[in-house]
């Protein structure tokens, strides 16, 4: 969750550059406060000086924040894919539990004539009989197998 609000290099970066961009066309508004000597506030030097410099800059400044915005929107739509991929692979495995439930309320045992889940209950406990050699005294399968490689 952290990195997810956690800006990238390049966001950050970005969002620096335009802090700076419109710190400059600050400056560049109140340099004639600073300087009344040299402009005045009625004439048209003023107007082409602040038009000429901070227009285009506070242009960049606009560029930078739709680019931003772009980029989390990408973002956004990578989390929402990630999502939806995700609901999916949940979706698909609802549907083959869902499908394997129904198979195994279906399934019919003729060995003890049981169906549903005691089907497959009874048919475990009988193939563990078997391996552990519980079935009508016969040797375990493991123990044969145990043997068998030890020989």
């Known amino acids: 969750m952290e990195k997810e609000n956690q800006l990238t290099s390049q966001e950050s970066l970005l969002k620096s550059a335009s802090w ?3 710190g400059l066309i600050l400056v560049i508004f109140l340099t004639p406060i600073f300087l009344p000597n040299q402009y005045c506030f009625a004439s ?3 107007a082409i000086y602040v038009g000429g410099l901070a227009g285009p800059l506070a242009a960049l400044v606009g560029f930078i924040y739709v680019y931003l915005t772009f980029l989390g929107q990408q973002r956004q739509l990578d ?6 991929d995700r609901d999916d692979a949940l979706k698909e495995f609802t549907d083959y539990f869902n499908t394997w439930n129904e198979f195994r ?5 003729s060995w003890n004539g049981k169906t549903g889940s005691q089907a497959f209950d009874s048919y475990w406990l009988n193939v563990r009989k078997a391996v552990r050699g519980d079935a009508n005294g016969k040797k375990s ?3 044969f197998e145990l043997r068998r490689q030890l020989c």
């Not at 989390?79 to 939806?84: D, H, V």
Request: net charge positive; glycine share 0%; hydrophobic share 40%.
């Open 20 to 22: 700076f961009l419109l």
């Open 44 to 46: 048209i030097d003023y």
């Open 79 to 84: 989390e929402q894919r990630k999502r939806l």
């Open 105 to 109: 309320s279906n399934v019919k045992y």
């Open 141 to 143: 399968l493991l123990e």
